[in-house]
């Protein structure tokens, strides 16, 4: 159950575009995985942004999207805006419902 | 609308026990599969444990197998997590949740704080 790696910290400027990645092995990120996106901001709970690796839920702004392949997922996220700084997790679990792993998260850094 | 409140979050000895519990409305509970997040001060999310809808299979992280037992009561819509000899690594927020699958419902509820501390 090794957590999946993401970098500590990004940061960009408004306007700009940031790529998050989260990497693991095949086994945590291949297809029969749940690949999730959280946000969270300073005192609440984890909200998602991104689900089975591309799909974005209803109400999440079309500035963020996501990609996944076999060992690596990411969430994208173009015209960076001063309310886009939080913390960032990617989540996996398999379709086999076993365990969940989270990455160790990316704080994100609006300039 | 969905709510999950987990209560029974408090101040705890190292070694001694704790129930957190967690009710769930505004959706179909004994659909879903339930989960136990845990965060602790200033750090990372980390899966705690998971219930499959019946109850019937549940499974752990290594860092609390074995001491921890999560369970479910389905007539309720409650969520339980048992927690037996704590330790002072086990002090976090602790959050009850719904995780997205395919389909995008996904739900946590506000979290209980779990000290453990002599």
């Known amino acids: 159950q090794s957590a999946l790696t993401q970098p500590a910290s990004v940061s960009g400027s408004p306007g700009q575009s940031i790529t998050i990645s989260c990497t693991g092995t095949?086994?945590?990120?291949?297809?029969?995985?749940?690949v999730s996106w959280y946000q969270q901001l300073p005192g609440k709970a984890p909200k998602l942004m991104i689900y089975d690796g591309t799909n974005r839920p209803s109400g999440v702004s079309n500035r963020f999207s996501g990609s996944k392949s076999a060992n690596t997922a990411s969430l994208t996220i173009s015209g960076l805006q001063a309310e886009d700084e939080a913390d960032y997790y990617c989540?996996?679990?398999?379709?086999?419902?076993?365990?969940?792993?989270f990455g160790g998260g990316t704080k994100l850094t609006v300039l | 609308e969905v709510q999950l409140v987990e209560s029974g979050g408090v101040v705890v000895q190292p070694g001694g026990s704790l129930r957190l519990s967690c009710a769930a409305s505004?959706?179909?509970?004994?659909?879903?599969?339930m989960f136990w997040v845990r965060q602790a001060p200033g750090k990372g999310l980390e899966w705690v444990s998971l219930?499959?809808?019946?109850?019937?299979?549940?499974y752990y992280a290594d860092s609390v197998k074995g001491r921890f037992t999560i369970s479910r009561d389905n007539s309720k819509n409650s969520l339980y997590l048992q927690m037996n000899s704590l330790r002072i690594e086990d002090t976090a927020l602790y959050y009850c949740?719904?995780?997205?699958?395919?389909?995008?419902?996904?739900?946590w509820g506000q979290g209980t704080l779990v000290t453990v501390s002599s």
């Open positions: 989540s996996s679990y398999p379709s086999s419902s076993t365990h969940v792993v």
């Open positions: 505004g959706f179909t509970f004994d659909d879903h599969i």
């Open positions: 949740a719904k995780l997205a699958t395919a389909v995008q419902s996904d739900y």
């Open positions: 219930i499959s809808w019946d109850g019937d299979t549940t």
């Open positions: 095949s086994s945590d990120l291949g297809g029969y995985n749940y």
